[in-house]
């Protein structure tokens, strides 16, 4: 197991210093995705030369170090953030949150996808890009290459906002205030780094309440994994018929990662020492995406098809559409 973790690792530590690039900056990709397509690199190069009992490493990687990685993801959070932005931003991003998903479960029902791709895939576009993915797929134990065509949906949608939203907030297309592109910025743009991108792009006034209104997303990442355990159980229920197993897989990572946010609204803990966790769980993320990627060759892209993508289109047109109606209703009751 040593080695395939220490492979991994590597290709992380090479993700950390590619990332640091200025033109990789620019493009606002986190070590997260370097670390995935550097993964994809490998799993469709010199994977099938090298020794079969590095597997288990790269699949520790994939399962435990990700679980791990989303507890300490509540380091970046605290409940006194949530109060900051006021009541109508909260309900933006549960409106979001909620109709998304259900928006792509229902619409990957017609186009006939995989059931667990187009979860992924809604998740990860409702909330918050390749966090959110990964943590849906440590809960309902998908194969990784499903997980990486989902990654990949979101990261193409996501790096097309933080191009195109400054751009439509400085020509004048978008009629909102500063606050409010802020609140429709961190409402419907895919990832983190992203939401930062776009943000600093318009202006401290837009960055400030667009960070905050996302990360409120990524709170939502806790309710949403409860209620996936809950009908993944009712399916396992209906798929054997055996009502002895009923029971409900609670992710109890998801629990965790909301008692970290709990901790950290304490603020027991001096800045650099949050700082440090956060680096710390930034590498340990970006050694589970490099996992995944490494775990998905080109024939299995191939074998999704090209209906993902589409769906993530179908989602994206309702991420803005709908977003920009709640913040022209909603954001006003906020200022006002």
Not at 6 to 20: E, K, M, T
Not at 39 to 68: E, H
Not at 234 to 245: F, P, Q, T
Request: charged residues 10%; glycine residues 10%; hydrophobic residues 55%.
């Amino acid at each position: 197991m040593l080695h395939g973790v220490l492979l991994i690792a590597l290709f992380s530590c090479a993700a950390f210093y590619i990332g640091d690039m200025q033109f990789v900056k620019a493009l606002s990709f986190s070590p997260l995705i370097v670390g995935i397509i550097l993964g994809m690199l490998y799993a469709n190069s010199l994977r099938n030369n090298l020794p079969d009992t590095w597997v288990p490493g790269i699949q520790f990687c994939s399962k435990r170090v990700l679980r791990l990685g989303i507890i300490l993801y509540g380091f970046r959070l605290t409940f006194q953030d949530v109060t900051a932005v006021g009541l109508p931003a909260i309900v933006v991003d549960v409106a979001i949150v909620v109709t998304t998903i259900c928006m792509g479960i229902f619409a990957g029902k017609l186009m006939r996808m995989d059931r667990g791709i187009a979860l992924l895939t809604s998740v990860g576009s409702a909330i918050c890009g390749a966090a959110a993915i990964l943590g849906t797929e440590s809960a309902i134990k998908i194969k990784p290459y499903k997980t990486a065509v989902a990654v990949a949906t979101v990261v193409i949608f996501g790096t097309l906002s933080m191009f195109l939203y400054p751009i439509a907030y400085r020509s004048g297309v978008v009629d909102l205030s500063a606050e409010a592109m802020g609140v429709f910025t961190g409402a419907t743009v895919h990832e983190v780094a992203h939401v930062v991108g776009a943000g600093n792009a318009m202006g401290k006034a837009v960055a400030d309440p667009a960070i905050i209104v996302k990360m409120i997303r990524v709170m939502l990442l806790v309710p949403v994994l409860l209620v996936i355990g809950y009908y993944v159980a009712r399916a396992a229920v209906k798929g054997n018929g055996d009502a002895s197993r009923a029971k409900i897989q609670v992710p109890w990572f998801a629990l965790l990662f909301l008692v970290a946010i709990g901790f950290n609204s304490l603020g027991l803990l001096p800045s650099s020492m949050v700082d440090f966790i956060n680096a710390f769980d930034t590498f340990l993320l970006t050694m589970a995406m490099t996992a995944l990627g490494a775990e998905t060759s080109i024939d299995k892209f191939r074998r999704a098809g090209a209906k993902p993508f589409v769906l993530a289109l179908v989602l994206y047109i309702w991420l803005v559409g709908f977003g920009y109606c709640l913040v022209k209703f909603f954001v006003p009751m906020m200022i006002g």
